[in-house]
């Protein structure tokens, strides 16, 4: 997921579509929360690492 944000983000910054621009942020921050909770230990969704 946090893949997918940073690469909608570049998409978006080159072709100048803010829908891409946003969606890449949110895709970017979420991912890097699942990211941090996962690593941390936490179970997310059910799986002990989150990857």
Request: glycine share 16%; charged share 5%.
């Amino acid at each position: 997921m946090l893949a997918i944000g940073i690469i909608l983000l570049i998409i978006g910054f080159l072709t100048g579509i803010s829908i891409l621009w946003t969606i890449g942020i949110i895709l970017a921050v979420v991912g890097a929360i699942l990211w941090i909770m996962g690593s941390m230990g936490h179970a997310v969704a059910g799986r002990r690492h989150y990857w």
